[in-house]
């Protein structure tokens, strides 16, 4: 009989992927099986191996659930006695107002082996995220977490209102949207003051992070005309009026900013990280699938006679790559580059070069390929071999520059760029829905991959779709790509990096939320 495998119970966060613990990330690295709910963020799905199963049993209020609390309790059972390590994902975290607690028992019952990660509870997220301190010594040192939402099998509550209404400095209420009403109607039979101050956070920590603020005699009514829906918390104490002056996560510059991010995948981090720390909602579609080509027959080449480079230009961060990819694969490393010069087109171009242990020799003051064509002109490049890494099709500005000048130039492709397609038809939906407020595009292949994606014909469609979206381009030359498909740019930074355009995005926000 096969050994049983363990259930780790992982409490999620609130909503924010980078609220989850480090142990909790671990054990989604090594997960066979994820079994989430409906307020784990999916974003956290991204840590778990690819050859994982993955199990969807959420539970929304006011909708049929996937499954019962029995059934999922039986999901956990069996795979682990099918010898699986099985990560239970579950919102906030797993022993308050979790059913965590039920889930183990079950797990006790049938001899499974298990262990308990506990997560930032969406109680003090929602109050942190909100700019309310549940405790302060001003105000209160006591607070008190309730449930709004009881067993509905249950005949009688459990929960003492004549006490709580002022017996805690500060309430706050999970799952009480519904019951809003009757909450707040024994709270005030009770003795609480009709003037307390009441928050309702909504989606705590994500980017659809939205708050409203009233008393208790007023709440109701702020929230029926604000339209706030579950998931969300209520908290209740004369700490709300702290808002007022440290409400820090509402107010960042690209808040409620829903941003279309087109890189390709693997390189999208840094520009989501960089956007979100602002308050954006970023939305990844890759536009660009990079591929090896097919053939290195003319690197290979080239490879053989490296030492007679004079120069070797890197356009891009992918010609890096896939060179070095490339180099190793023969059994070469950059002991072998000793020999040509080493130029990038830009700054990014050349920090990742010097993780593969290349220092650059040039990089131009303006990235761009003619940026590094008028650099390399200056110095002189009559009768130089110039060898560039590159993909199979791409701008041809720099090697005619170099060849007019008299340079011998070699194009050696290393990659392909090609048209991502996994996430068409959900960018499009997105589109169409008015659910973008912005498209960022780093380079004139993601504009021209992500308007095949569009499958639009014509400009005037084109228009008409991205009607009120608003564009970043990273530099002139994407920025022209952009235009001559009849859109305009609206931010475009000075300095072609990422670090730049992000800034750039911001400074076009800032002091104007209306754009």
Avoid at 297 to 313: A, F, P
Avoid at 318 to 336: C, I, Q
Avoid at 442 to 470: C, D, H, P
Wanted: aromatic share 6%; glycine share 8%.
């Amino acid at each position: 009989m096969k050994k049983p495998g363990k259930v780790y119970l992982v409490g999620a966060g609130p909503g924010d992927p980078g609220l989850i613990t480090v142990r909790g990330k671990r054990l989604l690295e090594r997960a066979e099986v994820v079994v989430y709910d409906y307020l784990a963020n999916r974003k956290l799905l991204k840590h778990v191996p690819s050859t994982a199963e993955l199990i969807y049993v959420g539970k929304k209020g006011g909708v049929k659930h996937t499954y019962t609390q029995e059934e999922i309790n039986q999901i956990l059972v069996d795979q682990a006695q099918l010898g699986k390590m099985v990560v239970r994902l579950k919102g906030g975290d797993p022993f308050i107002f979790g059913r965590g607690g039920e889930e183990l028992e079950t797990l006790h019952t049938a001899k499974i082996d298990f262990e308990v990660v506990p997560g930032v509870t969406s109680a003090t997220a929602a109050a942190t995220y909100a700019g309310i301190p549940i405790t302060h010594r001003d105000y209160t040192a006591s607070v008190a977490f309730i449930t709004g939402h009881e067993d509905p099998a249950k005949k009688t509550s459990n929960i003492d209102w004549q006490k709580l209404a002022t017996g805690a400095g500060t309430l706050v209420v999970y799952m009480g949207i519904k019951n809003l009403p009757i909450i707040v109607d024994k709270l005030i039979r009770y003795g609480r003051d009709p003037k307390t101050p009441v928050a309702v956070v909504r989606w705590a920590s994500t980017p659809d992070q939205r708050s409203v603020v009233g008393t208790l005699d007023t709440i109701n009514d702020v929230v029926s005309e604000s339209g706030i829906k579950p998931p969300a918390l209520i908290i209740v104490g004369e700490v709300v009026k702290l808002r007022e002056t440290i409400d820090w996560y509402e107010k960042r510059p690209l808040f409620t900013k829903r941003i279309l991010v087109t890189r390709t995948r693997a390189q999208a981090s840094d520009l989501v990280a960089g956007l979100e720390e602002y308050g954006a909602n970023c939305l990844e579609y890759s536009t660009i699938n990079i591929k090896p080509v097919d053939s290195y027959e003319v690197l290979d080449e080239e490879l053989d006679r490296i030492h007679e480079y004079h120069w070797i230009l890197f356009t891009s961060l992918n010609g890096v790559k896939y060179f070095f990819e490339r180099l190793y694969a023969r059994g070469m490393d950059a002991r072998d580059l000793k020999g040509p010069s080493i130029a990038t087109v830009g700054k990014a171009t050349a920090d990742l070069l010097l993780q593969y242990g290349v220092h650059a020799d040039l990089i131009p003051s303006t990235f761009t390929g003619e940026g590094l064509a008028e650099s390399l002109l200056d110095q002189g490049v009559e009768g130089r071999n110039i060898l560039i890494p590159r993909a199979r099709e791409g701008r041809e500005i720099l090697p005619e520059n170099l060849r007019g000048a008299g340079a011998q130039v070699t194009v050696a492709p290393v990659y392909v760029n090609c048209p991502a397609e996994d996430d068409k038809e959900t960018m499009c939906s997105e589109l169409r829905a008015g659910n973008v407020d912005m498209i960022t595009f780093t380079s004139s292949s993601t504009v021209r991959n992500f308007l095949k994606m569009l499958g639009v014909k014509s400009k005037q469609e084109i228009r008409q779709l991205l009607a009120g979206v608003k564009i970043a381009a990273i530099g002139p030359i994407t920025a022209k790509t952009v235009t001559d498909s009849g859109l305009e740019v609206d931010v475009q930074p000075e300095r072609y990096t990422i670090p730049d355009m992000i800034a750039a995005v911001v400074d076009y926000y800032s002091g104007d939320p209306g754009k």
